[in-house]
């Protein structure tokens, strides 16, 4: 009984990490497809890109966990319209070749949030 609640578990971990590197690759994606359509995003190769995609989900993360809200166009109205077009900007700072100015980040939060809608899956930034 034992090695089928170890065996369960062990499944379960394993399906929460393809699980989350699915969510990683659903919204560099999303990022991606933003900083296309965005005039005044740039992000300048693949690996700010992934830099940009951690950065983004790990300030999403950190905003949820101490505010309870989540940077959804769609998920929380005008404030998470606002906050996502906020972590679209200060991601900037932390990620060399990801430069968006912040009207750019305000359309970007726009069109993040329509790609990220239309797309199968969880993911939200």
Request: no cysteine; proline share 2%.
């Amino acid at each position: 009984m034992s090695d089928n609640m170890e065996n369960s578990q062990a499944k379960n971990t394993m399906s929460s990490i393809w699980q989350f590197i699915g969510r990683l690759v659903t919204a560099a994606i999303v990022l991606g497809i933003t900083a296309f359509f965005t005039p005044g995003f740039q992000i300048s190769n693949i690996w700010s890109l992934a830099i940009a995609t951690i950065v983004l989900t790990v300030m999403d993360f950190v905003i949820a966990k101490f505010t309870g809200l989540k940077a959804s166009p769609f998920g929380k109205g005008f404030v998470g319209f606002v906050l996502s077009a906020a972590i679209l900007y200060l991601t900037q700072f932390f990620v060399a070749g990801y430069v968006i100015s912040w009207m750019a980040a305000i359309i970007g939060a726009l069109i993040y949030g329509i790609v990220d809608y239309f797309l199968p899956g969880d993911e939200q930034m």
